[in-house]
């Protein structure tokens, strides 16, 4: 008798590799795992986790590149958004489960499996991530999550593991980091309480640059196109170049507060040199190009789309609408911004842009107009503040 497919969401560490011989030797499941990559694998690393899952039993293993995808489905609209969770944080880690839920969800129905796995605990907002989006995508299909449901704890999974055998690094490292396109996430100790800052060596990157810099980052149509005078075929050259240049100054460091999905606070730290430029750069451009009232609308509906899209809900199909509207206001957003690097900081010094309506045709601010007259001003305060006057009458008499 056929064994019966599963499909696992395969990142090579301990719970996913407990999840492996659990599914298959215990539950006796003919599992075949995928590992989703959206930029944090170099191909000798993706080739090494192919040898460990085939070492450790399933029966293929299929590696997807979801780079594109994830620039064109998710990065994009965070920086047309100008999104950053809390004002702080970028949504590295959160854009990126999101990404690998759906290529997993994608590579069940491929494989015509009725069930399918991942390595969640019940602690954190993965698992929120992960079983809503496949309860969406693939309703009829039974959701595992062996970790989650056995309650395990990081011994039970390393006693279990020795005992079949398995031959792999056990040590747990100070500090947990997760690497991707669009930033790294940082967890150790000192994130969790709410007190206590990341020393030097946990950060991927290490400060190698003193002396400052001056990088420019270019624009068309809210996208980003080039880096100092260079022109890149795609935006994700321009990050990865763009990151390249800034990470070693320590810049996009910080620590993120926030509210899981499932209730709790946490703290966690994040590098995202390049993110955090381009989101900054992005905001200046758009102050200079759009309308005031298209930059409200953004900020109110830039914080739902941050927030609900960190909360799993990026098949919501108000994410479209949102995103359409993006994509809507970036017609003039075209320019080059110019920053200043430093160790540790970065300074905007501005912009140039065809579409500046900072234009001295019409005026300098606090110095001239040449768009209307005294008399034309005083008309319009005296409209503009009707509606206050009278409520101030009105009341003074009563």
Known sequence: MSKEKIVLGFSGGLDTTYCVKYLAEDLGYEVHSIIVNTGGFT?????????????????????????????????KYLVMGNVLKNNTYPLSVSAERLM????????????????????????????????????IMIPDV???????????????EITYLKAKGVDMNFNKAVYSINK?????????????????????EAW???????????????????????????????????????????????????????????GIKGRVGFEA???????????????????????????????????????????????????????SSQKFVTGDVFIKLEPYRYQIIGIESAHDLMSSKFGSYGEMNKGWTGDDVRGFTKIFGNQVSIYHKVNELN
């Open 100 to 135: 690998q839920a759906m290529h997993i969800a994608e590579h069940a129905v491929k494989l015509g499996t009725k069930k399918v796995a991942h390595g969640s605990t019940g602690a954190g907002n993965d698992q929120v991530r992960f079983d809503m989006i496949f309860n």
């Open 43 to 75: 191909s000798e690393e993706l080739k090494r986790v192919e040898e460990h899952a085939y070492n450790l039993g399933v029966t293929s293993h299929t590696t997807y590149d979801a780079v594109q995808s994830y620039y064109d489905r998710i990065i």
């Open 142 to 156: 039974q959701v595992l999550t062996p970790i989650r449901d056995l309650k395990l704890s990081r011994e039970e």
């Open 180 to 200: 991707g396109l669009w930033g790294t996430s940082v967890g150790g100790r000192e994130t969790l309480t709410s007190k206590g800052a990341l020393p030097d």
């Open 204 to 262: 991927p990157t290490q400060v190698t640059k003193s002396v400052a810099e001056e990088v420019k980052i270019s624009f068309v149509n809210g996208q980003i196109s080039g880096i100092n005078n260079q022109k890149f075929a795609h935006p994700i050259d321009a990050i990865k170049a763009l990151t390249e240049i800034a990470a070693p100054f320590g810049i996009g460091r910080d620590i993120h507060v926030g509210d899981t999905i499932i």
């Open 273 to 327: 040199a390049a993110p955090v430029l381009i989101i900054k750069a992005h905001h200046a451009l758009e102050k200079h190009t759009l309308t005031k009232w298209q930059l409200a609308h953004k900020d109110q509906l830039a914080l739902f789309y941050g927030n609900w899209l960190h909360e799993g809900q990026i098949l919501d199909p108000v994410m479209r609408d949102i995103e359409a509207f993006f994509e």
